[in-house]
C-alpha cells in the first residue's frame, strides 16, 4: 500500500524507530489518523491534541460499526467488538456488499481486516525501513491516490440514482476528512526535506 509507505517514510523523519511504527499501526491502525499525528509531531509531543485529534477523525467508525450492527448483534458481544477493531473504510465497504447480497457471513469482516491489517502494519514498517531513500514523499502523488480510494468505495457501494443524494454532503466530509490528511502529509514531507539527509533518526 503506496499509502503505508508514505506513512513509513514520514514517520521516520520525524524520529520514530522501526518498533515504534510497528507499534503504532499495530494499535492505532488507522491510516488518516496516523498521518495527521505525524503532522502534529513536535517537541513536546502534544499529546492532548494529538489524541483528540485521531480519536475525531476515528468517530465515523461508530456510524460504520452501527450500520453493520443488525448482523452483528446475533454474535456473542466479545466476538462483535473483536471483529469490530479490524473495521476500515474499506473492509466495511466489501462486508456491506456482501451483506447486501445476502451473504451476510461475520467472517467476512474478520478476513477482510485481517489481511488490511497485514497489509498496513507491513508497508509501514517498510517504509519506515527505506525511508532514507526517499527523498520527497509528496511527489509520490498521494492526494491522487486517496481520492482514487475514496471513487473505489462508492463505486462498489453504487445502488443507482438512489444513492445519489445522501452521497452529495457525505461525499464532501469524507472528501474534507481526506484533503485534512493530505496536506498534512504534504506539510509534514517538507518540513522532513528540512531535516539533514544524512542523519539517523532511529
Known amino acids: 500500500m503506496a499509502f503505508g509507505l508514505v506513512f513509513g517514510v514520514l514517520a521516520r523523519r520525524v524520529g520514530l524507530s522501526v518498533g ?3 507499534l503504532m499501526s499495530a494499535s492505532v491502525f488507522t491510516g488518516s489518523g496516523q498521518v495527521v499525528a ?6 513536546p509531543i502534544p499529546i492532548v491534541a494529538v489524541v483528540a485529534t485521531t480519536l475525531l477523525i476515528g468517530l465515523r467508525h461508530v456510524l460504520l460499526g452501527l450500520t453493520l450492527q443488525p448482523w452483528y448483534a446475533r454474535l456473542p458481544a466479545w466476538r462483535a467488538y473483536a471483529s469490530y477493531f479490524l473495521l476500515t473504510d474499506e473492509s466495511w465497504a466489501l462486508t456491506t456488499v456482501e451483506f447486501d447480497a445476502e451473504r451476510a457471513d461475520g467472517g467476512f469482516l474478520v ?6 491489517f497485514a497489509l498496513w502494519v507491513s508497508s509501514t514498517t517498510v517504509g519506515r525501513t527505506i525511508g532514507a531513500a526517499i527523498q520527497d514523499p509528496s511527489a509520490w502523488g498521494l492526494e491522487f491516490a486517496l481520492v482514487a480510494v475514496f471513487i473505489a ?3 462498489s457501494l453504487a445502488r443507482g440514482r438512489s444513492t445519489l443524494l445522501p452521497w452529495g454532503p457525505g461525499g464532501l466530509g469524507r472528501r474534507g476528512r481526506r484533503s485534512v490528511a493530505s496536506g498534512h502529509v504534504v506539510r509534514a514531507a517538507r518540513g522532513a526535506g528540512r531535516l539533514d539527509p544524512g542523519a539517523d533518526p532511529s
Do not use: S
Open 38 to 43: 505525524i503532522g502534529m509531531w513536535a517537541t
Open 153 to 155: 468505495l462508492l463505486a
Open 111 to 116: 478476513g477482510a481486516g485481517l489481511l488490511l
Open 20 to 22: 515504534e511504527v510497528c
